[in-house]
């Protein structure tokens, strides 16, 4: 059964870099997927924050461009994010999903709760 | 941007009986729409893509309809393991998805 688990520090300290990865079980992340992050502030809507697909192809988010960088690493079946100079704006749950090619998310992560705060 | 706006935000409802939130978009999304099931601590579920076709393994139960702004997910007799929050997603205009705030439909 295909599954996604994102990882990472679940506290951050404000003008830090956030890191996470995401784990993709049971599907080769070489195939022909995007594989996004999202993201939903506390009280607030699920938002985009990038896409990545296995040969290193990016679209980020034009509001976090300046302060994303998505890579994968195709021999540990893993895709990353680093989002730098954090604030509390931040804090959000952070969701990996399998976009599929028609453009919906086929399968999502459980989310990783990371806090901004000193 | 499209904005996707969900109504109502919380639809109470007894198991057994029929659930129908709404999605609309502010501009056409054709049927580039998607809809998802989620329980808090969980990972969202893909329930409906192209509007109108349940995902793999997704009950009768559930149904969508609509096209262009409006659209709709039906759950015909709710079951308890139902009771989560629906988003829906348009995927129009790659990479600009967005998605709607969220119906919770909770226990009457």
């Known amino acids: 059964q295909v599954q996604l688990q994102e990882s990472g520090p679940g506290l951050v300290k404000p003008s830090d870099t956030l890191s996470l990865t995401c784990t993709v079980s049971?599907?080769?992340?070489?195939?022909?997927?995007?594989w996004g992050w999202m993201r939903q502030p506390p009280g607030k809507r699920l938002e985009w924050v990038g896409y990545?697909?296995?040969?290193?192809?990016?679209t980020y988010n034009p509001s976090l461009e300046s302060r994303v960088t998505m890579s994968v690493d195709t021999s540990k079946n893993q895709f990353s994010l680093k989002l730098s100079s954090v604030t509390a704006v931040d804090t959000a749950i952070y969701y990996c999903?399998?976009?599929?090619?028609?453009?919906?998310?086929?399968?999502w992560g459980q989310g990783t709760l990371v806090t901004v705060s000193s | 941007e499209i904005v996707m706006t969900q109504s109502p935000a919380t639809l109470s409802v007894s198991p057994g009986e029929r659930a129908t939130l709404s999605c609309r978009a502010s501009?056409?999304?054709?049927?580039?729409l998607a809809w998802y099931q989620h329980k808090p601590g969980q990972a969202p579920r893909l329930l409906i893509y192209?509007?109108?076709t349940r995902a793999t393994s997704i009950p009768a139960r559930f149904s969508g309809s609509g096209s262009g702004t409006e659209f709709t997910l039906t759950i015909s007799s709710l079951q308890s393991e139902d009771f989560a929050i629906y988003y829906c997603?348009?995927?129009?205009?790659?990479?600009?998805?967005?998605f709607g705030p969220g119906t919770k439909v909770d226990i009457k």
């Open positions: 990545i697909r296995s040969g290193g192809s990016t």
């Open positions: 192209g509007a109108s």
């Open positions: 049971s599907y080769s992340i070489s195939n022909n997927n995007w």
């Open positions: 501009q056409s999304v054709s049927s580039n």
């Open positions: 997603q348009q995927y129009n205009e790659w990479p600009l998805f967005t």
């Open positions: 999903a399998r976009k599929e090619p028609g453009n919906w998310f086929g399968l």
